[in-house]
């Protein structure tokens, strides 16, 4: 009985935040202008999201074997496609994350302070390439002035996040905490980010591919490169905790950056902007599927 109040909480749950996210302001531009789309090229947006969710899963497999844990890539994959559910409803990375760590907790006895280290090296390992397509995206237009200057703010912003984030977790968890300083010391971790990062490279093709399958739905062509850095540059804005799952954020980020640079009207670039979210949106509901249906508690495989 209680699991089946706990599945019809998480149902309601869902629905409510899923019909609050379609009545956000910046969706109501969207139904007309989905109708001129491509679908051809939906459909292969909807295959390099769900490629770009495979290869996530592979990352952070990586990662979880540099920190003594191990899944299969089909069981990383269901959590990774039922975490990015949970994105879609949360501020930021936190709800993805969270649920990640819960989920996958559950088949692993718990180690929170190992799956939060994995988590953690994840995100990390996907620097690299995301600092390549920003260079991609801004050297062509002779930025990179703009871009140190602003970048020296942005990193300091970071560290001062990062260290308060460490504080907090050493105040309330300090077990976890030093854990996590123990798990940070081994060679292992580091191998594990060297091959996560590498790892990145097809991910981020797939992921960026995913927009650029939806701007060309709509008659929008831009070099991939400099559109995937558009890409990484908007995702990355609109990963902060600033607004549910990127919405608004991301479409200011893609009409700005596309018009400025490529000449793009601002209606199209918001367009393929919510159409790539819809798409990954696809991929989303089938892990909140698989979510609504997971067992409360599992046994250690």
Not at 233 to 240: G, R
Request: charged share 10%; with cysteine.
């Amino acid at each position: 009985m209680k699991r089946r109040v706990f599945l019809l909480v998480k149902f309601a749950l869902s629905a409510a935040l899923l019909a609050w996210i379609l009545t956000r302001p910046e969706l109501q531009s969207f139904p007309p202008l989905i109708r001129q789309a491509n679908l051809s090229w939906i459909a292969a947006g909807l295959g390099c999201a769900g490629l770009a969710i495979l290869g996530m899963a592979w990352r952070w497999q990586a990662c979880l074997v540099s920190v003594g844990l191990e899944l299969k890539l089909a069981t990383a994959f269901r959590i990774m496609l039922a975490s990015s559910a949970a994105g879609c409803f949360s501020i930021g990375q936190l709800g993805a994350d969270a649920s990640r760590i819960v989920l996958a907790g559950r088949r692993l006895g718990g180690r929170h302070a190992a799956l939060t280290a994995s988590v953690s090296l994840d995100h990390a390992s996907a620097l690299p390439a995301m600092v390549l397509l920003f260079l991609v995206a801004i050297v062509p237009h002779g930025l990179v002035p703009t871009f140190r200057e602003h970048g020296l703010w942005a990193l300091l912003i970071s560290v001062i996040l990062f260290i308060l984030g460490g504080l907090i977790v050493r105040w309330k968890w300090r077990s976890v905490h030093d854990r996590i300083l123990a798990l940070l010391s081994e060679r292992r971790l580091w191998r594990g980010f060297v091959i996560a990062a590498a790892r990145s490279f097809p991910l981020w093709t797939a992921y960026c591919g995913v927009y650029y399958c939806a701007a060309r739905a709509f008659a929008v062509q831009v070099p991939f490169l400099s559109f995937a850095g558009v890409t990484a540059i908007a995702d990355a804005i609109a990963s902060l905790p600033i607004s549910v799952a990127g919405l608004g954020v991301r479409e200011q980020a893609f009409q700005t950056l596309l018009h400025q640079w490529h000449l793009v009207p601002p209606a199209a670039s918001v367009a393929l902007s919510l159409t790539g979210f819809v798409i990954l949106l696809v991929w989303a509901m089938i892990g909140a599927g698989w979510m609504l249906t997971e067992p409360i508690s599992h046994k250690q495989p």
